[in-house]
């Protein structure tokens, strides 16, 4: 059994910041208060930095998870805008969501989990759902090297298997995601396959493994976040879609990856 998720949006949502830690090197976790508990798993929210018009747009940033009123995210700082907002006090912030589409979640089924980076945030949340559909998840974490590895043991505790790749070899394996989803694939039967991270990487685990179904959360800043300025557009087999409201999660058969 496959539960499709669609758009949820709310509007006016009330967030809270309540808590910020680092996880990692360069990596943050926020803990918020939101007045919904309704969200899906690789769904996002859309915090704007700050009052002025520096920095302008707002900053996307996936469901690391979410129980109750409490949700979580994960913050890579790249620059001078999630500098920002890790710097953030606690109290109020301007913040719209959950916005997009997320992850189906599959029904006793097993399913392969592949994350790159920081996009291995979406997928915590979504292994947490599906083991409470009793679905079997075996994870592969992928990272640059051992210090940009947040909150491992969390994801250890839902996965029947966990599999960690480095590019650096200081962790786990020496060498990249897609490489071991494509040598435990060849030794294990995998109902979907589930992946965030670099598109270069979800590109060659959708060609890899083109024989399972594959849904891709599709890394992008979203301008809006509502599907006003189509500053997010990821051109498919069906045409131009806008990513804040038609995904980030689509298909991966059905994303055109070498077109702009």
């Not at 994350?115 to 994870?139: D, K, Q, S």
Request: contains cysteine; glycine residues 10%.
């Amino acid at each position: 059994m496959i539960v499709c998720t669609v758009l949820v949006y709310k509007g006016c949502i009330m967030f809270t910041l309540i808590e910020t830690k680092p996880v990692a090197e360069a990596h943050y976790l926020l803990t918020l208060h939101s007045d919904t508990t309704e969200s899906y798993p690789g769904q996002f929210i859309n915090i704007k930095v700050n009052s002025s018009t520096d920095p302008l747009i707002r900053r996307p940033f996936s469901i690391f998870d979410h129980n109750g009123t409490t949700m979580h995210i994960v913050i890579r700082v790249v620059g001078k805008g999630t500098e920002k907002i890790v710097a953030m006090h606690p109290g109020l912030i301007d913040c719209i969501g959950p916005c997009g589409k997320g992850f189906s979640i599959v029904t006793g089924k097993k399913a392969l989990l592949v994350g790159g980076g920081v996009g291995n945030a979406p997928l915590y949340y979504l292994a947490r759902m599906l083991c409470r559909a009793h679905t079997e998840v075996t994870y592969i974490y992928g990272a640059r090297s051992a210090s940009s590895i947040f909150l491992l043991d969390s994801y250890r505790e839902l996965s029947h298997t966990c599999i960690v790749t480095t590019d650096d070899g200081s962790s786990g394996i020496k060498g990249n995601p897609v490489d071991a989803a494509r040598d435990i694939a060849a030794k294990n039967e995998f109902d979907i396959v589930y992946t965030c991270g670099p598109e270069i990487m979800m590109k060659h685990l959708s060609q890899e493994l083109s024989h399972i179904p594959v849904e891709a959360s599709l890394e992008r800043y979203f301008g809006c976040g509502v599907g006003l300025c189509s500053g997010c557009a990821v051109k498919t087999s069906t045409g131009y879609k806008r990513a804040c409201i038609d995904g980030p999660v689509f298909d991966a058969r059905t994303v055109l990856w070498d077109t702009p």
